[in-house]
């Protein structure tokens, strides 16, 4: 993109294009916070993970590979990372007995 806002289709986007237009579009939104293209990162890959409509989620093998970690990376690590937040979403396990999960046929988001 040049510098003034033309696109040029094949040629890549600066880190600090898309930052900008990160930070413009969540001002404008009213959006409070700072966010980064690390954000997307993770959160990108922990919807097409776990939040995805059934059916359209990823293995964990294509996230690594979307996500850019590396092949060595130890699983457990990139699981952690994943799996941390959907912990912060999961308060209590009154459900627990429940024969049939409520929503099994339905996506998280």
């Keep these: 993109m ?3 806002g033309v696109m040029h289709p094949g040629q890549p986007i600066s880190h ?7 930070n413009e579009s969540t001002v404008g939104a ?8 690390h954000c997307f990162r ?5 919807y097409s993970f776990m939040f995805a409509p ?3 989620r990823w293995m964990l093998a294509k996230v690594r590979w979307w996500g850019g970690w590396a092949e060595g990376e ?3 690590t990139l699981v952690r ?16 007995l429940a024969p049939i999960s409520r929503g ?4 998280l988001a």
């Excluded at 990372?81 to 459900?95: G, K, N, P, R, V």
């Design 42 to 46: 993770r959160g990108g890959a922990q």
């Design 104 to 107: 099994a046929n339905a996506s």
């Design 30 to 37: 009213g959006i409070l916070g700072n966010f980064s293209t």
């Design 81 to 96: 990372y994943l799996l941390d937040e959907l912990h912060t979403y999961e308060a209590d396990y009154s459900d627990a």
């Design 54 to 56: 059934v059916g359209q």
């Design 2 to 4: 040049s510098a003034n």
């Design 16 to 22: 600090d294009a898309v930052q900008k237009w990160i």
């Design 74 to 76: 130890h699983r457990d």
